[in-house]
């Protein structure tokens, strides 16, 4: 077993350290702080976590919150936001939210992701072009035509060979491809940047590290927080705990979907994902959560337990430290072209097709396109908005449709739903479409009828009477009897109960009319 755990955790390595660097590079941070929140998830969260073969570390999800934070308060304040958002997660754990993490409709996640997935395609464009982002997507939008007018040779080159490679490896590597296509992309995109800059004079920007690692860790004893921003700053604590949380829970969900193993616990699992960030915060780390690129890599490479999620850590460790050298080799656009996939990754046809089939197309599409226009905040709370229209819109929402006879005389009215007064005037329409006289049949199988929808029918059964009409109206329950006993049921007029039937069924109370409305149709 350990030998397994030994194994999946190098591979795990392997796809880990581009990822995190360039996940850093995407929201603004210190290149190591990708590195550090590798670690401390990797082992904090790998040993504390309810989710055992899941593996934490920096994720895509988050960069924009992280980006946004880093524009409006600086570096500092942000590692502080991050270890105060961890502290928020193990109060969701230690008071057992975790499940209403699982109420937000999953059209807001994915929309949100697409949303996020988009943002950053727009701004590492920009980079593989050989360019800088720009502050919004509507600016990189706008910019990228003058981008692509002036393009940089050796950073186009460099970035669109990241690209290819990254999804061209598991087609055409055979049998290499145990290798991670992201680490076999940047590493060939570095060796060509550096036959580029040696033999043809072409530089381009690369990653820096001043200092190491250990440099890197810095403790925020009292972050300097401006003046009169205190509710944008629990705006953001709040933000980078609700987000982790979700995407962690939504990574664990898919993982024991992949394995036969041990569930995952929600609740420890945020309390774990908790610790790993209020602790990557104090050390000066990017926000931690479960990622799902990195735990599926996990079991697909065989890991049997946690121990495989903490050694990939160590391993991250061993590297910062005593290969900064390596690092400093990695073009920027290199990264970026990394981050291009990533992001065009995140935006997921499948999850479109979803919600498409369920009717919530219009929530995935405002939800995305919400969160690259505004933020990521609004974004998400316009999808949830929306969702909450949505739902109230389906609860009052009552179905009546006519079906015309082919054969015999009888019309069918069928009333579904929750019939109030909303849907009287397609009530009323639908009812217009019977002629006097004809012999009809009202079926109200709808949860609910208010005192509007009956006087309406009950007016309109007495016109249809005194034109001479034979009018039957039931009940969902009368209907449903009915429909278990065949036609034997029905005696004299057609699709009247039989007396029999009649005498054992009481009935239903609460819908004025109906019974009156029956008796009458008898009487005529």
């Known amino acids: 077993m350990l030998r397994a755990d030994v194994g999946a955790s190098l591979v795990v390595f392997l796809v880990a350290v581009p990822l995190s660097l360039g996940i850093a590079v995407a ?4 290149i190591l702080a990708g590195l550090i929140a590798a670690i401390v998830g990797g082992i904090v969260a790998g040993l504390l976590g309810g989710s ?3 593996v934490s570390g920096p994720a895509a999800g988050l960069t924009v919150v992280v980006a946004e934070l880093v524009n409006e308060f600086g570096w500092p304040v942000t590692t502080g936001i991050v270890a105060a958002a961890g502290v928020v997660q193990i109060g969701f754990g230690l008071t057992r939210l975790a499940r209403f993490a699982q109420a937000i409709p999953p059209a807001v996640v994915h929309g949100m992701l697409a949303g996020i997935g988009g943002t950053i395609v727009l701004a590492q ?13 509507l600016e990189n939008v706008i910019e990228l035509p003058g981008q692509l007018i002036g393009l940089h040779g050796p950073a186009v ?8 490679l990254v999804l061209g490896w598991p087609r055409f590597a055979g049998p290499l491809r145990v290798l991670p296509g992201a680490l076999v992309a940047v590493a060939l995109a570095t060796g060509l940047s550096l036959v580029l800059e040696n033999m043809a004079g072409l530089p381009m920007p690369r990653v820096e590290l001043p200092g190491g690692l250990l440099a890197a860790i810095s403790v925020p004893l009292l972050p300097d927080v401006p003046a009169g921003e205190w509710g944008e700053l629990a705006g953001g604590v709040l933000t980078v705990a609700l987000i982790a949380s979700v995407e962690s829970l939504l990574s664990a969900v898919a993982v024991d979907r992949m394995h036969n193993g041990a569930r995952t616990n929600a609740d420890r699992e945020l309390i774990g994902q908790g610790t790993a960030n209020t602790l990557s915060g ?17 079991v697909r490479a065989g890991a049997k337990t946690r121990t495989a999620a903490v050694l990939h850590a160590v391993w991250i460790a061993v590297f910062a430290l005593a290969l900064v050298w390596l690092v400093e ?4 656009a290199a990264l970026a072209g990394l981050l ?22 219009v929530l995935y599409l405002i939800t995305g396109l919400g969160v690259m226009a505004l933020n990521l905040l609004e974004g998400v709370g316009l999808g949830l908005a929306l969702a909450a229209v949505l739902v109230l819109r389906r609860a009052v929402r009552a179905q009546v449709r006519h079906e015309v006879p082919l054969f015999d005389k009888e019309h069918r009215v069928v009333i579904e739903g929750v019939a109030t007064f909303l849907c009287v005037p397609t009530l009323s329409r639908v009812l217009a479409e019977i002629p006097p006289g004809a012999s009809t049949r009202v079926e109200l199988s709808a949860h609910y009828v208010d005192h509007a929808v009956r006087d309406h029918l009950d007016n309109w059964v007495r016109r249809q009477q005194q034109s001479g009409a034979a009018v039957v109206v039931t009940t969902q329950r009368e209907s449903g009897q009915r429909g278990e006993s065949g036609q034997r049921g029905e005696s004299g007029q057609r699709g009247e109960p039989s007396p029999r039937q009649s005498d054992r069924e009481p009935r239903r109370p609460g819908i004025p009319g109906a019974d009156r409305s029956l008796q009458e149709a008898r009487g005529h």
């Open 282 to 298: 104090l050390l000066g780390g990017l926000p931690v959560t479960g990622v799902i690129v990195r735990s599926s890599t996990n």
């Open 27 to 30: 929201s603004g941070a210190p």
């Open 52 to 54: 055992p073969l899941q």
């Open 125 to 137: 464009l920009h980079v593989v072009l050989g360019g800088s982002p720009q502050t919004s997507a």
């Open 340 to 361: 291009v996939v990533v992001g065009v990754q995140l935006v997921k046809l499948a999850d479109m097709r979803t919600a498409r089939e369920h009717g919530e197309l």
């Open 157 to 164: 080159a460099v970035g669109l060979c990241t690209v290819l």
């Open 329 to 332: 080799s990695i073009p920027l």
